[in-house]
């Protein structure tokens, strides 16, 4: 009797992880954000978006960016954390929905900086600095230039470089992509393909950490 209970609920177990796992499976493929970059991988990244990391990883997040943000700031530190963490395997590749009001102006002083070969450090310093420069979820652009003085930056050639009519359409294309993906807020991330549910880090972490086990089996 007590064997015929036992197989009974160890079948009623395995029907439930059952449900589960085939809901779970549901909800990944059939999620519309993530079938479109399936079916359109350039939507994600472009060929002008900057890319931290080895070429060759096999995990790779892609995230939408709003210099003016607060929390792609907070999130900036985690994702190299994350990179930190599994050297060689993570790439990070950058996209830009400046949704906060002046916060195209700094996009594209980052993209002309990126002309000088100085992407990641301008990045940084105004990721580092955007409390100063960003008052009432607006950027200031007369605040920004301060934060980039030692960067040995050529600040007359940023200026002209800047206006340059490939950063305008950059900033559209990247807009465009943001809106047919559902972007509407920052930062939005995405683990090869897969959108983080939330803003949340331990959400990225176990999309990462997942995406690592299945390529690095």
């Known amino acids: 009797m007590n064997s015929r209970v036992v197989l009974i609920a160890s079948a009623a177990l395995l029907l439930l992880v059952l449900i589960i796992a085939t809901q779970f499976w549901q909800r990944e493929t059939h999620d519309p954000t993530t079938q479109l970059a399936g079916r359109n991988p350039e939507i994600l990244v472009r ?15 892609v995230a939408f960016l709003d210099p003016a943000c607060e929390t792609c700031r907070s999130f900036d530190p985690l994702v190299k954390k ?12 950058l996209r830009y ?16 900086a990126r002309k000088q070969g100085k992407y990641w450090e301008t990045l940084e310093s105004l990721l580092t600095s955007q409390p100063r420069w960003v008052v009432n979820d607006t950027a200031h652009a007369e605040l920004v230039w ?5 960067l040995g930056l050529n600040l007359d050639q940023l200026r002209l470089d800047m206006e340059a009519p490939d950063i305008e359409r950059l900033i559209v294309q990247d807009m465009a992509d943001a809106r ?20 949340d880090y331990e959400q990225l972490e176990r999309l990462v950490q997942e995406s690592l086990a299945d390529a690095y089996r």
């Open 82 to 93: 994350l990179m930190a963490a599994a050297p060689g395997r993570i790439r990070l590749t």
């Open 180 to 199: 047919a993906l559902n972007v509407t807020k920052t930062p939005a991330l995405f683990v090869n393909g897969r959108p983080m549910p939330s803003f």
């Open 146 to 150: 301060p934060q980039i003085q030692q």
């Open 47 to 61: 060929s002008h978006s900057p890319t931290l990391g080895d070429t060759d990883a096999k995990v790779h997040i």
């Open 97 to 112: 929905a400046p949704f906060h009001s002046g916060s195209d102006y700094v996009v594209k002083l980052l993209e002309g």
